[in-house]
């Protein structure tokens, strides 16, 4: 089993920066891709980034290329989502969360539903 906890969330002006961490533990996290959506209110969950656990690639949607950065320290089983240049429409309690993969798996392409584990949120709010 894996268990995924979620912290660094808070209240930030438009222009300002958030470091979100994921501490994961369990296995072994090296056959795992792990990913960060957010929901914002009255509003479907959605993928924002992407990490292979063992090669670092990343995968992020457009939205956020340039401003976001997502990054995981092996040695403390944790990854992060650094955030710059925050938006108003940033705001969303964000979720971490893992499904197992392999070395050369895609990172676009999966949704929620393709993913196994999941945190339990960390809010998000970016005040214009």
């Known amino acids: 089993q894996v268990q995924l906890v979620e912290s660094g969330g808070g209240l930030v002006q438009a222009g300002g920066s958030l470091r979100l961490s994921c501490a994961a533990s369990g296995r072994t996290f090296s056959s795992y891709a792990m990913a960060w959506f957010r929901q914002a209110p009255g509003k479907e969950r959605m993928f924002v980034a992407a990490?292979?656990?063992?090669?670092?690639?990343?995968y992020y949607i457009d939205s956020v290329k340039g401003r976001f950065t997502i990054s995981r320290d092996d040695a403390k089983n944790t990854v992060y989502l650094e955030m710059n240049s925050l938006k108003p429409e940033d705001t969303a309690v964000y979720y971490c969360a893992a499904r197992r993969s392999n070395y050369y798996t895609n990172l676009s392409g999966y949704g929620s539903r393709d993913y196994d584990y999941w945190g339990q949120g960390t809010q998000v709010t970016v005040s214009s």
């Open positions: 990490i292979t656990w063992r090669g670092g690639r990343t």
